[in-house]
């Protein structure tokens, strides 16, 4: 939409208000925007990647390398390049320059989540299901993957060698369910099933510090934009918002570092689980999604109050994202697999395409200029027609929008001009004219058999059928 139609007064809103509309590409199950937020990520059932394009809500490419559920994505820092991670105990990178893969690495075990480096597209982090996690480089195509520690950093007791052992036994048992980068990359931040947050150094992987925040399973983190504010969800029914040190210091005492808790969100009335969190697009609100609901709820967190609630459809909705840089959030259904967009409905203030046409509430008086409906001399309307139309008119200067002079470089993703290609794919197809059937499981899926080639139509036509078997009704 054109900003110049759009009320200032709109656009300063925070944080959107109503369902303005949804999106479909087969069935959802993960959704992230890239940093500047003009493309939509869409992980799916079958292992397939749909990329939406946020200016008309079509899908721009489909990446195909997934036989599983996709469980993760990690855009790049120039949106270039994404990181998907699925049940299929493998994880992708793709170039969205030509759609396609730059590695594949896969794992011992299914992948919970995986996020690539902040600077570094050749390196992520990946949490495994009943597993270490692991730091993988993808720099040569061999991968070196290097096992990071879940166990939590404990002073020792000096003296009491029983305690420090019955410790041990039991770190040993924990498993992490979560990592992250921080902002600088140079840290991991990770999560265990015993509510512990480890603080991981990215070059010798090792724990620096380790503090227990919750005493129940650490299901997720999200980085605030400016990497300063993380925040947490637990099995515990409790949303924590966490002030990050400054780990860039170069002088840095890892016994000096506090993890300071800033607020708790959580549903002290209806005791509502939550399935997934984050942040705003200027860190100012957080949101959540709801177990067996379909609400979306925000908070604010200078105050720690829940100032909205965002009614959708009727049916729960699982991962939830802020837009980076306009107050919109999408959510995908787990019943029907949609992407479901809150926005904003702005009013158009059309007294932008004249300059001297002004809105009025209610009828008032004109009162014409003096000069306004003279009549002038043709050469002089035709010489003023002459001297507009030499007046030069940039066309080709992107003026920088705000908030986006710190992305950088970023990359811009060719168009998709087949429209066969950006269409959504539906669950019934047409055969004919006035004809409609549902779509085979396995159809669209022939990349799957590497082996099997497909048998041409004429060959198809040439094999025999099998005699039919004479009834007793024909005899």
Known sequence: MNLALIDPFVLAQDYPHSLI??????????IRFNRKGDFLASGRVDGTVAIFDMDTNGVACKLRGHTKQIQSL???????????????????????????????VRFEA???????HPTNHLMFVASLFEDKPVLVD?????????????????????????TNEKQA???????????????DGRHIVAGTSKGWLNIISTNNCKTIHSTKLSAGVIIFFRLSRSGKELVMNSSDRILRTIVMPNLSDPDLDPDSIKIVVEHKFQDVVNRLSWNHVAFSSTGEYVMASTYMNHDIYVWERNHGSLVKILEGPKEELG???????????????????????WSIVPTQRWAALAPDFSEVEENVEYIEREDEFDIHPQEEIHKRQLDLEDEEVDVLTIEPVKGEDDLGPIFHMPLLLDQYNSESEEEIVAIGPGTMRRKSPGQGKEWMNDNAAPIPEEKAAKRPRKAKKPSKVDA
């Open 21 to 30: 509309g949804s999106m479909r590409s087969g069935h959802a199950t993960c």
């Open 74 to 104: 990690s855009w790049s820092r120039d949106c270039r390049y994404i990181l998907s991670a699925s049940q299929d105990w493998k994880c992708i990178l793709w170039d969205l320059k030509d759609c396609s893969r730059v590695r594949t």
């Open 110 to 116: 299914p992948v919970y989540i995986a996020e690539l």
């Open 138 to 162: 993808i720099s040569n195509p061999i991968p070196v993957k290097r096992t990071l520690p879940s166990a939590p950093k404990r002073p020792q007791i000096e003296g009491d060698n029983g």
């Open 169 to 183: 036994t039991q770190d040993a048992k924990q498993t992490t369910c979560v990592t992250i980068f921080t902002a």
């Open 319 to 341: 991962v939830v994202e802020w837009h980076p840089q306009r107050p919109c959030v999408v959510a995908c259904g787990l019943e029907s697999g949609s992407i479901y967009i």
